[in-house]
């Protein structure tokens, strides 16, 4: 069974739910480091899934669980920093999509990003997705541009569906273009100012510089600490 461990007041009632998993470029990582200190969220629950490994995220020797859920006055953000099973993945869909209209959310939108490959000028844009017309179109008049032709896979798409079958119109998702393989500041970037658009959310750009400069340095020291392992590793298996 998928829990849902409450740590502290929890009321996401009226609130707008911004849904990460770990996946293309880090946008969920980089989304919910800057989200989390930006709007000073404070965490509220965790989530314990079925059939995953213990695993656990470490920051300055501190482990921390890898999916939370953060509020903040206007903001809900649930992270998801590991992968779950692909055959588990629809139940705990189900679960965090009841809990969520359950609590009385206001939006449900799963972000992510979109592989394409990057233009010399390493321009991307945030798209917009829904599996519901109302929504596309308050995308539309908020001047969200909508993804015209392509397709998306894993949690955004289950999430979409699931809000569809039970009834919740209020589900879209925001995708950022972005090459896979490298962590994507400036796409991340892109689905903040459509969130600007959409719901006035305030953010300093300057603020947001200052994460990101944090944020590459920890991937910088982890890919450091990895490529010794395997020189280490090299090195051990020629003696």
């Given amino acids: 069974m998928n829990i849902i461990s409450e740590l502290s007041?929890?009321?996401?009632?009226?609130?707008?739910?911004?849904?990460?998993?770990?996946?293309?470029?880090?946008?969920?990582?980089?989304?919910?480091?800057?989200?989390?200190?930006?709007?000073?969220?404070?965490?509220?629950?965790?989530?314990?899934?079925?059939?995953?490994?213990?695993?656990?995220?470490?920051?300055?020797?501190?482990?921390?669980?890898?999916?939370?859920?953060?509020?903040?006055?206007?903001?809900?953000?649930?992270?998801?920093?590991?992968?779950?099973?692909?055959?588990?993945?629809?139940?705990?869909?189900?679960?965090?999509?009841?809990?969520?209209?359950?609590?009385?959310?206001?939006?449900?939108?799963?972000?992510?990003?979109?592989?394409?490959?990057?233009?010399?000028?390493?321009?991307?844009?945030?798209?917009?997705?829904?599996?519901?017309?109302?929504?596309?179109?308050?995308?539309e008049e908020k001047g969200v541009e909508l993804l015209d032709e392509g397709i998306i896979y894993g949690s955004v798409v289950e999430t979409m569906e699931m809000c569809q079958a039970k009834g919740f119109k209020n589900c879209f998702s925001l995708m950022a273009e972005c090459d896979p393989g490298v962590p994507s500041y400036h796409p991340t970037k892109e689905i903040l100012l459509a969130l600007r658009k959409l719901f006035g959310l305030e953010f300093n750009e300057e603020q947001y510089e200052e994460i990101i400069s944090v944020i590459k340095k920890r991937i910088e020291e982890s890919s450091r600490i990895i490529r010794e392992e395997t020189i280490d590793k090299t090195r051990e298996s020629h003696l």
């Fill in 9 to 139: 007041e929890l009321n996401l009632k009226d609130k707008i739910l911004l849904q990460t998993f770990s996946g293309s470029g880090a946008i969920g990582t980089i989304l919910t480091s800057f989200l989390t200190k930006s709007l000073e969220m404070k965490q509220v629950a965790v989530l314990h899934p079925k059939n995953v490994a213990p695993v656990a995220i470490v920051k300055k020797g501190k482990i921390e669980n890898p999916i939370r859920i953060f509020q903040s006055e206007k903001f809900a953000l649930m992270s998801c920093e590991i992968s779950i099973p692909y055959e588990e993945l629809p139940e705990f869909l189900e679960t965090l999509v009841d809990f969520y209209i359950k609590q009385g959310v206001s939006y449900i939108i799963p972000v992510g990003g979109i592989p394409v490959f990057q233009t010399p000028n390493g321009e991307s844009k945030c798209l917009g997705v829904s599996a519901d017309d109302s929504a596309l179109k308050f995308l």
